[in-house]
């Protein structure tokens, strides 16, 4: 079933006065993941943004099973539910694992790359909003070079962002996709599609954050379109080893034409001390792997 | 027919889990404890447990798979050692503060830097504070009727339970353990039944951010705080003692097997030298006992079997008759002196016991502790008391500390 905007599920799982800022790019996309899970899905949260928009206690405004685990171990928190649920003969629920960048590139990697390892039924979903946020917008490793952090923040982050979908890749999972939130049609097919599959399924989505990333709160979707119009983020999916464009990426790898850099960059604060040399690295490595991608789509 | 089978310490463990029928076993290897990991492993692939064994990466992992199953609603079961422990710390108390009755074992071993594979107990003692039951073993039969009990008293408070017991000394020693059979199990142990369910016919978030102050749901009524939550776990502990006492007892009248619920004692009836320890070395105390009451030294030995909750009511009545009291222990806090001692001495704070106590430090790394060592330290601890020194002490027994050579100038 090919499902459009006007297919959508509407039940909405997260109602309004979740504790999320104005304008967040994670709670567009949750809102989006949890119609495509539908009930029967459990939640695994790390500290993080998605442990605060889940709410203080004793209240919450997102209505689905969530259980929240300490920083590195959401993945292994998801392979304690699945194999709970398995004990005991529960069938049919999808266990998301849903983590930031911090809970995935860094402090959560370990957890993760053993639970793809074991190909455990489940999906790993990683929100990249490209900083430590919750603590107050800290460098990670999945933080572009280029952008001020409040740890790094006079001379700019001098590396460049770990390269974690090869990383991912690299375990050979039934399915790996990429999904940003200004195309929740591409977003919601993507997880429809991962929840009738079995094994690790990993959904890397990118994230805006307007205080994070220093723009105007009603700009996210704008960004977040730019990120992909540029190519710095490209939307695919990979199922059994094979790469395929979707969407907005399709489309422009198909006839269409990449948007600079630079109008990606200027929009956002973070990256106001960014100088021409990093612009032109970085512009450099989305070049290289926007053409490897377009001869993966080929091969 | 009993069926008794010579066995190690960690074979014992093993076919206690395999009676107690966890669902999801989750373990990472690690010396002493290794044997147990790979034991539970071939019973499931040769479908004799049937649970799910999750090879997890790392020790973090095994603890955290065991909290979230166990949160859904399945049986668990966990072991560890030495630096396995330590990398768990964050989920020890994670276990703990979300209520879980999750069952481990730990294998105790010293712990690194350096790195030492042989027995002490610092691994276990330093994670005291991590809201779990600690009770230690003193032989393999023990090892095995005190796991089946940890998961009854688990399950009964909500609270985790760690059965402790010496690597090496325990762990890979073979002795004759009876296996009770699986009606007995059956008998003694009811079906775990999770304090909360997740489910999404009444989905809730577990473990959120807490504020301070207590707050209202929403339909008005006023939730606990962080702080009472912390106080229903330290409540739980305060009972949890009769309930380890009651298991115990159960256990004996279905076995004859008793092993003591919070302590257990030796030829203490009459004895004014009294020895203790927790562990392995503590029956070696009761061979010493044997030799000095050779001696005629009115000597005993009360051994610390459940660690946390402390037995305070059970020590200050145990050593009431006390005219000196000798503490081994395998640990220390340093900067201080022996966990153990420690805490005993504030249990007897207020009490009737006054006795000197003296703290012999011993084993550390697996330094082999003779009984005959345990006999002159007592014995030197009798004779200091009985030239009327009244002030506590903290002694290395069998330890080189260059002392003696500075006195020698
Ligand atoms: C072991 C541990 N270290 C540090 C923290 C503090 N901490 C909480 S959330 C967080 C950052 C989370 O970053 P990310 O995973 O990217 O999620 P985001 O906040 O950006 O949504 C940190 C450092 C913690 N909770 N636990
Ligand atoms: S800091 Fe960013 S990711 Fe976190 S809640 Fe705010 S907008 Fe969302
Ligand atoms: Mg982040």
Redesign the pocket.
Known sequence: MQENIFKINEKEYILPGNRACQGCG?SLAYRYILKALRENTIVAI??????VLHGLYPTTSVIVPALNT???SNAASASGIVAGLNALNIPDITVLAL??????YD??IQSLSGAAERNTDFIFAC?D?E?????GT?R?G?TPMGALTTTTPVLTKQEPKKDFLKIMEAHHIPYLATVSPSYPIDLYEKFVKAKRIRGTRYIHIDTP?PP?WGYPVRDTVKVGKLAVETGLFILFEIENDRFRFTGRSKTIAERGKLTPLVNYVEKQGRFKKMSIEQLGTLQASVNSRWNECLKRAEG | MNDVRIITGNEAAAQAVKLAKPGVIAAYPITPQTSLAELLSEYVERGELKAEYVRVESEHSSLTVCISASTVGARVFTATSSNGLLYMH?QLHWASGSRLPVVMCCVNRGVGAPWSIFNDQQDSFSQRDTGWIQIYCRDNQEILDTVIQAYRIAEEVYIPVMVCYDGFILSHTMMPVEIPDSGLIEKFLPPYRPHTILSSDDPKTINPVFFPSRRENSKGVLCDGYMEMRYKLQAAFEKSREIIVAASNEWAALTGRDHGGMIWEYKTEDAELVLTGMGSIATEATMAVDALRDERIRAGVVGIRTYRPFPKEDVAQAFKKAKAIVVFEKCISYGYEGGLCSDLKAAFYGTDVRAPIHNYIAGLGGRDVKTGELVDAARATLDTVGSGETGNKTIWLNCHTGIEAEDRG
Do not use: K, W
């Open positions: 994670l790390p500290p993080s943004c998605l442990c300490t920083f590195a983590s930031g960048d911090g809970g995935t402090i959560g929100y909003n900083g430590y946020m919750n603590t800290q990670s999945a954050c994070g | 964050e």
